[in-house]
């Protein structure tokens, strides 16, 4: 009766269900000893998984973005593309950022995750393969598997490295604030990193027809570099593959040194010719009808999306609102462009609140961006003060990290939430190729954090 898109066992899994059992037992516990007078000893439960900044304290504020946009909430003005203006709005973002792409160049969508969805449907065939790093995040697998694909692994693998990449020098470190600078004199010394293996691409299956990218990766924190970007380019070349980047966390770089991979593309400084000004127009393409792309002629002979949006953007994946920005050579352009927009059109799933939001939240993101990154920063300077970096490397971005604690996934995961009230995700979860690893968000408020980080080091009794 059901389809054959979905898993046949549609029930958790015994030690997922074993870890609700758990967590319910000692919320019960702590809402118990809560209640206590007298020398009882507390250990509130602390949630280190935490991914939605709502949750974690760190909303933006909806109410004036609410009251200017309200007018636009019952408009019908449907667009493939989604409203020029909200597409304007993503442009600005991008340009504040040193990007140069024009309102042709973005494709509206209501999540990420739908950006996904309509970019298999546009390029892949059942049984299609997508190539995804492992380790990496299950919910591209599930994504994969519901348009009938499969999906093959690449591996990022852990290196070490020192005083190269993306480390600074000594005076550079000195003129940064406080915590970024401890940050990166400890990387100076050394440090344990995860890149990708370019070496295991070549293991793509035959029907391989999209790499997927994740910079900053979730939950590794490894951002591309420019010679690991150029190996990945080159791939997609030669093996006819589109090229996606999933870039969600992208604002959220922990070194002024780490890049957006589209300035590896188009250049990462801002260019005012993409403003409307018609002096220099001859350097951009005519797609037709004034409609003016930033393409550059010498650019990669493969397409590629940049996928990202509101819930990481602006902390509010409530609002429902992401998009795609995309490049391709001339030639294949306006085809492209024409596809996506067909598979769009069949849906028009971009509600007219959510872009009118999103239209007054993005020249907000810069300031929301600034302070989560600070929470952020402050919290992976708790980690690397408790673990070295052999066993937490180092992450060059995004809102989470990894930790090696030597013993197995899940009794390691269900110990710590036993005995330390601690809630991690156990690294088998995101495909690590051993044991002893576990994932931590870095969003949750830093005093708990940092209680957190001391039950997790501290001896069991």
């Known amino acids: ?36 007078v007298g020398n009882a000893v507390r250990l509130p439960f602390i949630d280190m998984t935490v991914s939605s900044p709502v949750r974690a304290g760190l909303p933006i504020d909806l109410d004036a973005a609410v009251e200017e946009t309200r007018k636009d909430f019952g408009c019908w003005n449907p667009d493939a593309a989604g409203w020029k203006s909200a597409r304007e709005a993503v442009v600005e973002y991008y340009r504040e950022r040193g990007g140069n792409f024009t309102a042709g160049q973005i494709i509206l969508t209501a999540s990420t995750s739908e950006a996904y969805s309509v970019l298999f449907k546009t390029f892949c065939d059942p049984g299609d393969v997508i190539l995804t790093p492992m380790p990496g995040y299950p919910l591209l697998d599930t994504l994969a598997q519901l348009e009938h694909l499969e999906c093959a692994p690449y591996f990022l693998k852990l290196k070490r490295e020192k005083k190269k990449g993306v480390i600074l020098e000594p005076k550079a470190i000195e003129s940064m604030d406080p915590i970024a600078s401890t940050m990166l004199q400890g990387d100076n010394k050394g440090c344990f990193r995860f890149v990708l293996d370019s070496d295991s691409l070549l293991a793509a299956p035959e029907r391989a ?38 870039e969600v966390f992208g604002d959220y770089a922990f070194s002024p040194e780490v890049r957006r991979s589209w300035e590896y593309v188009f250049g990462g400084k801002r260019d005012p010719r993409l403003r409307g000004n018609d002096s220099g127009r001859e350097s951009l393409w005519d797609a037709g009808g004034g409609d ?89 300077q708790t980690l690397c003060e408790a673990f070295p970096s ?39 979860f995101f495909d690590f190729d051993e044991d ?13 954090f940092k209680e957190a980080v001391a039950r997790m080091t501290r001896p069991s009794c």
């Open 1 to 36: 009766m059901l389809s054959s898109r979905l898993p046949k066992d549609l029930s958790p899994s015994s030690f997922f269900a074993e870890l609700e059992r758990t967590k319910a037992a000692v919320l019960a516990e702590c809402a118990v000893a809560d209640g206590r």
């Open 209 to 246: 027809k999209i790499l997927l990218l994740v910079s900053p990766h979730n939950p590794t924190g490894h951002c591309v570099s420019r010679e690991e970007w150029n190996a990945a380019v080159r791939f997609c070349e030669e093996n006819n593959l589109i090229l996606v980047v999933d």
């Open 292 to 380: 003016f792309i930033n393409l550059p002629e010498d650019g990669p002979k493969c397409p590629i999306f940049w996928l990202n949006g509101l819930s990481k953007a602006v902390g509010s994946p409530q609002l429902k609102l992401g998009w795609m920005a995309f490049y391709a050579p001339r030639e294949q352009f306006e085809p492209v462009r024409a596809a996506l927009e067909f598979v769009e059109d069949a849906y028009l799933s971009v509600s007219a609140p959510a872009q009118a939001l999103g239209t007054a939240l993005l020249p907000k993101a810069t300031a929301y961006e600034s302070r989560v990154k600070e929470r952020l920063l402050q919290n992976w």
């Open 436 to 448: 002893g690893w576990v994932v931590v968000s870095l969003l949750q408020e830093p005093a708990l």
């Open 390 to 428: 052999k066993y937490c490397p180092t992450v060059l971005g995004g809102w989470y990290a990894v930790i090696r604690l030597g013993e197995d996934d899940e009794e390691l995961t269900l110990r710590l939430l036993r005995e330390k009230h601690v809630l991690v995700q156990p690294g088998f």
